[in-house]
């Protein structure tokens, strides 16, 4: 009886748990929070088949192919990513290990098996090509909200529009950037970046989202620099959340040796 | 324009339209397919010429580099175990030889939850120096680096069994390599090198045939590391049980020969102000020559390196090391030189700069890595650029400029080396 009445109850509760949120508007801290949760943190882990295609203004083409692994420390904190490279041939075998940080600087990895190197990436080197993409290594793990400042600059029935200002200056390219942010995913769909004439010359866009496992999943999305005319478009397969992966996994033993019962898709 | 776009894009519609589609689709093949075979096939062929910008006397030729190769890659995934190929062919058109070169046949597997094995033929490599080792006494081919192929084949390969063990404690890597494996050093052939007895540079062909150590078990080479990272600082302890891997011992018949080497050391290597920085030191011990008396024999030495790495701007890269080779019982050692003036300084010091700029993509990069001595007045330039044209063609050019105000010093011996030259690849 108990248990009917509940039942009964609960569509109410909803809606009245709705009206409370639409009534008290977010605010720009709370928007970036869910917006970088619903980005990088989906799960406790994750892995992801993923390959991008490279696409120059002349139309000539690259390939890179990779299995991503992640796994959360801390909800929104520190996190681990691992990412393995199959293709090209030239880059196969090459792996990219980010302990990511969010009170100091993150540590990263690079292994080359033709030199059975593992070669330290240095902290501030974020904002360069994620193995000759259009992505940055800092679009693969993540930037930290905490390095910019937010503003609401527009809201709509299905957007926020976020613009963010760098902090320091010194370690990116952009002026700033501004995000179009799903109300109901909280996935930014749309970023622009914008030089310091304040035009954008670097667009990231979200092509197609599928529910995974209950979570909003980019399933594809694009970068696209509007100076050099190149693209790069990036295609996930077999996403999977929560599937156990082992702090272990994440450390210097992944460099030489990927852990393959991970690499392969659950 | 927004807001249907974003309700499209949830509903898993394309908002790029047709001709994104098609981009994403632009693979050639289709990724659910894949993946089927347990093995995995590629490589490169590679034409590449360089020659001399100086006359050395010893050569008629000037041609420095001139060479097609193969390379050729296979690995297959067992379900236990791992086997891995690379393998070099190539016509060397500098020694008009034809020349193969296996640089990995191994077979890998792991046990014991917590233990990695790798055993055949391989490359290893250890230590935080860029292009400066102390610590890492696998061998290195300085024929293939001052030739300018690619900086990969700076690394010889050995046949070791190499067993890394991860503990919560410490993690300890032991590389057995029951065969001892000098370097692939300069031996007249292809480049001229000062001869202190003879006091000037000889060459024209290879000159150095050495007395190898005997092959038994004795004689074997261990090196050893313990390493373990806390909180993103790299910590770590090595040891070596070998032999100096260039011939740069004398036998009492003169000939050229390798004598005992012990190397004790340790590095530290992690962020500091937005860059990366690293500390490694290493006591290379004269086991035959413990009092630095016995001019057939290299004395001891320490080996200090501080390092640091920062991003000066976007893209632009600059790595800086001070290095420090401190030769011990250096009084013993010149009183008993025949030849003290061709003898290194007490304290001969090395600083380098690495200077990369990677354009959008890392479609160029332009590289400068320059060493300079100010104990020994030379330096050894390393300019060079390469062009990603596709994943299949890369073309790469540079230079190997060397300069030093007497010809004896390390780099001085090579200023008629000096040279440039261009490699084309195609991968497959």
């Not at chain 2, 094995?117 to 696998?138: A, H, P, V, Y």
């Not at chain 2, 004689?219 to 050893?224: H, R």
């Not at chain 2, 632009?316 to 030189?337: F, H, P, R």
């Amino acid at each position: 009886m108990v248990k009917y009445i509940l039942v009964l109850l609960m569509p109410l509760l909803m809606v009245l748990q709705a009206q409370a949120a639409g009534d008290e508007p977010l605010s720009v801290d709370k928007i970036v929070s869910k917006a970088n949760k619903a980005s990088y943190y989906a799960g406790d882990d994750g892995r992801s088949d993923a390959r991008m295609i490279i696409v120059d203004k002349d139309d000539n083409k690259q390939l890179r192919q990779f299995v991503i692994l992640r796994k959360d420390k801390v909800d929104e904190g520190d996190q681990d990513f691992l990412v393995v490279f199959s293709r090209p041939s030239d880059v196969r075998g090459t792996v990219f290990l980010v302990n990511k940080h969010v009170d100091r600087d993150d540590d990263r990895w690079l292994y080359l098996p033709g030199l059975d190197l593992v070669k330290r990436i240095s902290a501030g080197d974020k904002r360069t090509s994620f193995v000759g993409s259009d992505f940055f290594y800092e679009d693969v793990s993540g930037r930290n909200p905490e390095l910019d400042t937010h503003e609401l600059i527009e809201e709509n029935d299905d957007a926020y529009i976020l613009k963010s200002m760098p902090k320091n200056k010194e370690n990116v390219e952009f002026s700033y950037y501004q995000s179009s942010i799903n109300k109901e995913t909280f996935l930014p769909m749309v970023v622009e970046y914008f030089n310091d004439k304040g035009e954008v010359y670097r667009r990231m866009e979200v092509v197609e989202v599928e529910e995974v496992e209950g979570i909003p999943t980019v399933m594809k999305s694009k970068i696209s620099n509007l100076e050099t005319g190149s693209e790069t478009f990036m295609q996930f397969r077999r996403p999977a959340y929560n599937v156990g992966i082992p702090e272990s996994v994440f450390t210097s033993r992944s460099l030489r040796n990927p852990p393959r019962e991970w690499l392969e898709a659950q | 324009m927004a807001r249907p776009a974003i309700l499209m894009a949830m509903l898993g519609l394309s908002l790029v339209g047709n001709a994104a589609e098609d981009e994403f689709d632009a693979w050639g093949d289709d990724w659910a397919e894949e993946e089927q075979s347990n093995w995995l096939w590629g490589g490169f062929v590679e034409a590449a010429y360089g020659q001399r910008l100086q006359t050395d006397s010893w050569f008629d030729n000037k041609k420095t580099l001139s060479e097609l190769r193969s390379h050729l890659e296979a690995d297959y995934t067992g379900d236990n175990f791992d086997f891995s190929f690379r393998g070099d062919l190539w016509y060397d058109d500098v020694i008009n030889e034809t020349e193969l070169d296996i640089r990995e046949l191994s077979v890998s597997f792991s046990a014991f939850g917590n233990t990695d094995f790798k055993i055949g033929r391989q490359i290893s490599t250890w230590g935080t120096g860029d292009l400066l080792f102390l610590n890492d006494m696998f061998p290195k081919d300085w024929k293939s680096f001052f030739s300018g192929r690619e900086d990969t084949y700076l690394k010889a390969p050995a046949d070791a069994i190499r067993i890394t063990s991860y503990f919560d404690a410490v993690n300890v890597d032991i590389v057995w390599t029951p065969i001892f494996t000098e370097d692939r050093y300069i031996d007249g052939e292809r480049y001229s090198f000062f001869s202190p007895l003879a006091g000037q540079n000889i060459g024209g062909q290879d000159l150095i045939n050495p007395v190898e150590p005997d092959e038994n078990m004795g004689n074997s080479e261990i090196a050893l590391r313990l390493y373990k990272n806390i909180e993103g600082t790299e910590y770590a302890l090595y040891g070596y049980r070998g032999f100096d891997k260039q011939p740069v011992g004398l036998t009492p018949n003169l000939e050229p020969t390798f004598y005992r080497r012990n190397v004790f050391g340790a590095s530290v290597r992690g962020n500091v102000l937005d860059g990366l920085y690293n500390l490694e030191t290493a006591y290379h011990d004269s086991v035959n020559d413990s009092n630095g008396s016995n001019p057939l024999i290299q004395n001891s030495q320490w080996r200090l390196l501080a390092g640091y790495e920062s991003e000066l701007m976007a893209r632009l890269t600059l790595g800086v090391q001070y290095y420090l080779e401190w030769t011990q019982k250096y009084d013993e050692l010149i009183a008993n030189s025949p030849t003290p003036q061709f003898e290194p300084e007490e304290r001969r010091n090395v600083i380098t700069t690495r200077l990369t700029y990677r354009a959008p993509k890392d479609k160029w990069v332009w590289s400068l890595f320059a060493f300079y001595s100010p104990t020994d007045d030379d330096s050894y330039i390393r300019p060079s650029v390469n062009y990603r044209l596709s994943d299949e063609w890369q073309f790469t050019a540079g230079a190997n400029i060397f300069n030093g105000q007497q010809q004896h010093t390390f780099f001085g011996q090579f200023e008629d080396a000096t040279n440039a030259y261009v490699r084309v690849r195609y991968n497959f």
